[in-house]
């Protein structure tokens, strides 16, 4: 497996690593064979979150015998200094380890969410937890690249994790070329899109060296050709998933940018657009239709079988408001996937709402 440095860590990570989210999902004992498999075949960088489940106790299970060669990401979506306190604890007991290779604060998606969690203490809470030797490196992850970049000027940062695929190049813009003048690692997560780029429609297929392949390949090959990447993850949940996407590290992967570009257009042609979570309607809609959030319901609802949850959360949270929505389309107009927001909205109402 070829490895990169990851930022100013020494730590040569895997360039193909573990996304922990698809475990929560299976039983315990696949979940533990599934990550075992991976290590074996050389994946040494494995991120999960607090979040996700039960996904730490899982790994924690699986990695007993070989923690020393690996290095753990958790996460904390917790947004004051007390409850991240408690969450670093919760990992590092649910992980089974003494240490967190790296903590990363958890989804920011706004500069106000940035400053929130700043002065709330979130980031004084992992630095003292460094300090105490309970963890050793600090990141940040989420899924608009102007708030990362933002990060990375603070300097506290080791890593960012942000969002890349075949739909999506915007970190090439800024906040990679960035990321390694300042000796940041960049974690690549959503590299399948959050799931829709590993399950096209059979006619889909895309062409990589005049050979076809799955989009799920496509789009991971498309990563993995990015130097400023040091490591990607895509969410692995089965064996097959992961004897599929774990060789492509092997060999680097290398694309005249004449093929790239095919790729896009050709991602672009198939229709392959969802939302990728940047947060740039978030402030325009003037019904204050939190749309990422609804559509990362969906996204849980129809692809990683979390029916109960989303429609739950949908119904509390989100359906008062979407049913304001009028069209107005500021929204639309700013959309980077070109999405059309107000369908998709109807067609989340219809899957997700209280009359079905
Ligand atoms: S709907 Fe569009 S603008 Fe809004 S978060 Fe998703 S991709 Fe970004
Ligand atoms: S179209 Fe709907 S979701 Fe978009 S900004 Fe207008 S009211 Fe909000």
Redesign the pocket.
């Known amino acids: 497996m070829l490895q990169r440095r990851l930022g100013r860590t020494n730590f040569g990570a895997s360039v193909v690593g573990f996304g922990g989210i698809p475990i929560q999902y299976q039983p315990r004992e696949e979940a533990v064979r599934v990550v075992r498999r991976a290590i074996e075949l050389g994946v040494n960088f494995i991120d999960t979150a607090r979040s996700y489940g039960d996904s730490e106790d899982k790994i924690g299970a699986a990695i007993k015998e070989v923690r020393e060669k690996l290095f753990i990401s958790t996460k904390s979506h917790f947004r004051t200094k007390r409850e991240v306190e408690r969450s670093i604890e919760e990992s590092l007991r649910r992980l089974a380890v003494d240490k967190l290779d790296l903590i990363l604060i958890h989804s920011v998606d706004s500069d106000e969410e940035l400053e929130y969690r700043l002065r709330m203490g979130v980031l004084e809470a992992m630095k003292e937890a460094r300090a105490t030797g309970k963890v050793d490196y600090i990141g940040i992850s989420g899924h608009c690249n102007d708030v990362l970049a933002k990060a990375i000027k603070t300097g506290e940062f080791d890593a960012v994790m942000a969002t890349y695929n075949l739909t999506n190049d915007d970190g090439d813009r800024e906040l990679f070329p960035l990321a390694r003048e300042r000796n940041v690692g960049v974690v690549v997560m959503k590299p399948l899109g959050g799931g829709y780029l590993a399950v096209p429609p059979e006619a889909v297929q895309f062409k990589v060296a005049d050979r076809a392949t799955s989009t799920a390949e496509a789009s991971l090959r498309f990563v993995l050709r990015n130097p400023y990447i040091t490591t990607v993850i895509p969410g692995m949940g089965k064996i097959k998933e992961v004897e599929e996407d774990v060789p492509l590290g092997y060999v680097p992967q290398r694309m005249p940018s004449s093929e790239v570009k095919e790729l896009q257009e050709r991602a672009k042609e198939v229709g392959f657009t969802f939302c990728q979570g940047c947060g740039y309607?978030l402030p325009?809609?003037?019904?204050g239709?939190r749309?990422q959030d609804v559509f990362r319901l969906l996204v849980s609802h129809e692809q990683y079988g979390m029916r109960e949850w989303a429609k739950t959360i949908y119904w509390e949270e989100h359906e008062a408001l979407v049913t304001?929505?009028?069209?107005?389309?500021?929204?639309?107009e700013i959309c980077p996937a070109q999405l059309d927001?107000?369908a998709k909205?109807k067609e989340a109402a219809a899957i997700l709402g209280s009359k079905h």
């Open positions: 309607c325009l809609c003037p019904k239709i749309i304001l929505c009028d069209e107005c389309l500021s929204c639309v927001i107000p909205l």
